[in-house]
């Protein structure tokens, strides 16, 4: 059974940092490319970064380019997203998801989510 | 970055209803839209994507339709365990974009 789990979540005051991850299990998570996308309070789905399976292309959305960070250890099965400078719009659920297509290529789909980890940035 | 359009915003219908939800992009993504499914509190689910495939495990009276800039995800019967948010997804370029939501609630 697929499996992602993400945690890091928490409460931090705006500029500050921190680094979510997504433990993931029941498939061969070296073959895949990897998404983090999230979900401020009311509002819809926002697309915020991507990973090829090998790390070889990254993107991100221009609202956290220069600030978030995407990585992975394909050894641990993880997925990484270092957030530095964060602000209060940042705020949101963090959800990760696997693409069954290659990460920047048309045709992305997210078939497997996890529950989401919290992040809320207030002083 | 290509904006994708969701009507209606929210839907009052009842359980057997036939619902639709529309998806419009402001410009052709080919066949590259996908549909998912969001409780609050639980993982999104993916139920159609490339338009009108239906994922693995999700029942039959969901469907998709469309092509270039219109696209629809239909209900044919609805179910107490439908009422949900619904979001459509496009894949054509990057950034991907998803509509800003369907809330279908019971009526």
């Known amino acids: 059974e697929v499996q992602l789990v993400e945690s890091g979540g928490g409460l931090v005051k705006p500029g500050g940092s921190l680094r979510l991850s997504c433990a993931a299990s029941?498939?061969?998570?070296?073959?895949?490319?990897m998404n983090w996308v999230r979900q401020a309070p009311g509002k819809g789905l926002e697309w915020v970064s991507s990973?090829?399976?090998?790390?070889?292309?990254?993107y991100y959305a221009d609202s956290v380019k220069g600030r978030f960070t995407i990585s992975r250890d394909n050894a641990k099965n993880s997925l990484y997203l270092q957030m530095n400078s964060l602000r209060a719009d940042d705020t949101a659920v963090y959800y990760c998801?696997?693409?069954?297509?290659?990460?920047?290529?048309?045709?992305?789909?997210?078939?497997?989510w996890g529950q989401g980890t919290l992040v809320t940035v207030s002083s | 970055d290509i904006q994708m359009t969701q009507s209606p915003s929210s839907l009052s219908a009842s359980v057997g209803d036939r619902v639709t939800i529309t998806c419009r992009a402001s410009?052709?993504?080919?066949?590259?839209l996908n549909w998912y499914q969001h409780k609050a509190g639980k993982a999104p689910n993916l139920l159609i994507y490339?338009?009108?495939n239906l994922q693995s495990g999700v029942p039959s009276r969901f469907s998709g339709s469309g092509s270039g800039t219109d696209f629809t995800l239909t209900i044919s019967s609805l179910q107490p365990e439908d009422f949900a948010t619904y979001y459509c997804?496009?894949?054509?370029?990057?950034?991907?974009?998803f509509g800003q939501g369907t809330k279908l609630e019971i009526k």
């Open positions: 990973m090829t399976s090998s790390s070889t292309y990254i």
């Open positions: 490339a338009t009108s």
């Open positions: 997804h496009q894949s054509y370029s990057t950034p991907n974009t």
């Open positions: 410009q052709t993504i080919s066949s590259y």
């Open positions: 998801a696997r693409d069954r297509v290659a990460a920047g290529s048309p045709g992305s789909v997210f078939d497997y």
């Open positions: 029941g498939f061969i998570f070296s073959s895949y490319s």
